[in-house]
């Protein structure tokens, strides 16, 4: 028998109407329905940590960053071929691997592509140098945000929240 539910709050999961949760006590009046708790948990800690400016600035920077690179496939290549050049200077098991997409809510995830963000680091620095030469045919507005993210790397509170 089922004796309770969990669900991240989501209307198709938790609806009054016709969410799956409304449906199960419909067949079990005894299945209690909550909102998980390692989800709103993560609804916490990510509202406290909007409270707290630097960290706040270095989440920004991180989506921005992934923003640049993922949402670019001419990008991306330019950091793989940076990141060719300096795995052929090291060796395989210092090789940064690809930037991953930050996740809104899933902080493990978001911990993850914090790490790729940081192994990348060197080789991220680099392609804003490329990408801010003359004549790559970046609009002004590109160029700007490029700018942005490569100032706020050179700071070391937003590198040192991402660790």
């Known amino acids: 028998d089922c004796r ?3 669900y991240d709050g989501a ?4 609806g009054e109407k016709s969410g799956v949760a409304t449906r199960i006590l419909e067949e079990n009046e005894l299945a209690l329905k909550l909102h998980c708790q390692g989800h709103s948990l993560q609804l916490e800690v990510k509202a406290m940590s909007s409270q707290c400016k630097i960290l706040k600035n270095s989440m920004e920077t991180v989506e921005e960053i992934v923003k640049l690179i993922k949402f670019s496939p001419k990008r991306e290549q330019m ?6 050049d300096i795995m052929f200077q ?3 098991e210092t090789a940064a691997r690809n930037i991953l997409t930050i996740s809104r809510t899933r902080w493990t995830v978001r911990a993850r592509g914090f790490k790729r ?4 680091y060197s080789a991220l620095q ?3 140098k490329v990408c801010l030469q003359p004549n790559d045919g ?3 507005e590109v160029k700007a945000r490029i ?3 490569q100032k706020q790397m050179q700071k070391f509170e937003v590198y040192f929240s991402m660790c």
């Open 79 to 84: 950091l793989d071929a940076i990141k060719s």
């Open 147 to 149: 700018v942005g993210v």
């Open 4 to 6: 309770g539910q969990t």
């Open 138 to 140: 970046l609009t002004v």
């Open 126 to 128: 680099e392609l804003w």
């Open 90 to 92: 090291c060796d395989e």
């Open 11 to 14: 209307a198709n999961m938790l």
């Open 117 to 120: 963000i940081l192994e990348n």
